[in-house]
C-alpha cells in the first residue's frame, strides 16, 4: 500500500467510497445480500472479516489481513485485501512455480473503522474489482477456504490407525467421488490432517494408557511407586517409576534408568 493509498484511509480523513472496475475478472454474479457495501454496520470487527471472507468464497478468490491499526489494546480500523494482493520478486523460476499468479497486486479490498459514538464497525470503502480471474468453482480448493468433512476426517483416521497410506486413503476418496476434480482437497490435505490431528489424537491416548497402566501396578504392589506429569493432559512431561525390587537394589547401586519420550 503506497503512501496516497494509506492517507485516504487515514481515520481522520475518511472518504466513503465504493470502487467498480469493468475491467474485474470475476466470473461469478453473487447475491446482493453477500456482497460488502459502504455504510454496512457489524457489532464486532470479527463479524465484518467473517463477511468479507464469505463473500470472497463465493467469488472465487481468498483474503488477508493487510493492516491494523490500534491505539493503545484498541483496534481502530483493518485493512482486509485479496490474498493476491502486492507484488513481489520470486527466487523460483517461473517454469517450477506451482502458484504463478500469486502476488498480482490485486485491487480488491475493504476498509473497516470503529464508529466512537456508538461502539459499532462500519464499512467505509470498498474496492471491487480484480486483477485477475475469479474461479467461484475452485474457490474450496483455496488454502482459506479448504475444510475436510467429518466423514473424511473420520475416514482418515480409521486408515491411518489401520496402517493404510494416505496415497491410498486418498485415491479411495477419488474412486468414490469419480474424479479429483470433485474433491475440495488434494492428497497434501490428507497428509496435513494426519500429522496435525490424528497423531495428536494417538499421543493423547498413549499418555492415558501409560497412567491407566502405572495405577494398576500399584494397586497390584503398594510399594510401587511412580509420578507422571502431563502437559495439558496431552502429553508425558515427564515420568518416574520403581517397583519394590528396583527400590530395594537401588539401596545397593544406586543409579536410575533414563530415556527421552521424543
Known sequence: MNDSTSNQLNENNLVYSSETNHADKTSCVVDEKFVPKVEMIFTILEEAGKFYK????????????????????????????????????????????????AGLNCPAMIYVHIMKD??????????????????????????????????????????????????????????AAGSHRELSFIEKDVRNYITREVWNIFQQDDAKEFGKYLLRMKEKNQNFFFELNLEGDHCIKHAFWADARSRAACEYFGGVVSFDTT
Not at 75 to 98: F, H
Open 54 to 101: 464469505h463473500y470472497s468464497k463465493l467469488a472465487g478468490f481468498s483474503t488477508k489481513i493487510r493492516n491494523t491499526t490500534r491505539k493503545g489494546d484498541e483496534v481502530k480500523n483493518q485493512l482486509i485485501v485479496c490474498s493476491r494482493e502486492g507484488r513481489w520478486k520470486s527466487k523460483i523460476s517461473p517454469t517450477l512455480k506451482t502458484n504463478p499468479s
Open 118 to 175: 456508538v461502539g459499532l464497525w462500519t464499512i467505509s470503502k470498498v474496492v471491487m474489482n480484480h486483477s485477475h480471474p475469479c474461479c467461484p468453482d475452485q474457490a474450496e480448493m483455496l488454502k482459506q477456504h479448504k475444510k475436510l468433512s467429518m466423514f473424511v476426517c473420520r475416514t482418515i483416521e480409521t486408515n491411518e490407525e489401520a496402517g493404510i497410506r494416505p496415497s491410498k486413503t486418498y485415491q479411495s476418496f477419488v474412486a
